[in-house]
């Protein structure tokens, strides 16, 4: 498994991007509540860039919702990557 950050000339990121053989996941992070479709420009570039390497795309934020922003794109609650503690 291995992890790159992508920016591209025109300012164009993503956070984080991992590879595990020929697959690619791409992440950002947001610190605001909401989510819209210009929070996920980077990551429809390099969708459209990897072709069917691309397995999903997500946008981490601070919010309580998964919800769905097109073929393989989603706004994921940053909560969910908090740790459970099992009793």
Do not use: W
Not at 44 to 61: E, H, I, P, R, T
Request: glycine fraction near 6%; hydrophobic fraction near 40%; charge should be positive.
């Amino acid at each position: 498994m291995s992890f790159y950050h992508f920016r591209n000339k025109d300012k164009v990121a993503v956070d984080i991007i991992i590879e595990q053989g020929r697959q690619l996941v791409d992440i950002e992070i947001k610190a605001d509540a909401t989510v819209t479709q210009s929070d996920f420009k980077g990551l429809k570039k390099l969708k459209d860039a990897c072709g069917n390497q691309f397995s999903a795309g997500a946008v981490f934020y601070d919010g309580e919702n998964i919800l769905p922003f097109g073929d393989k794109l989603f706004a994921v609650p940053i909560s969910l990557l908090t740790p459970t503690k099992h009793k």
